[in-house]
């Protein structure tokens, strides 16, 4: 039979574990740069896009 574990070792452990929790939580999610980066790009590349259809057409009149 294990014996209780010391108050004093489980209440450090959980101060370790959410110093560790509270630095995951201060680094930015990778998500946040693909939802801010996704739909620049997708206008970005809508913008080019007319633009040279554009120019195409106007070369071509």
Same mark, same amino acid.
């Given at each position: 039979?294990?014996?209780?574990?010391?108050?004093?070792? @489980?209440?450090?452990?959980?101060?370790?574990?959410?110093?560790? #929790?509270?630095?995951?939580?201060?680094?930015?999610?990778?998500?946040?740069?693909?939802?801010?980066? #996704?739909?620049? @790009?997708?206008?970005?590349?809508?913008? #080019?896009?007319?633009?040279?259809?554009?120019?195409?057409?106007?070369?071509?009149?």
């Amino acid at each position: 039979m294990s014996t209780p574990r010391n108050y004093q070792e @489980s209440i450090e452990q959980l101060h370790q574990e959410v110093e560790a #929790l509270a630095e995951e939580m201060r680094r930015p999610a990778p998500t946040i740069i693909r939802v801010t980066l #996704l739909p620049f @790009s997708i206008g970005a590349a809508f913008a #080019l896009t007319m633009f040279a259809v554009i120019a195409f057409a106007l070369k071509h009149v």
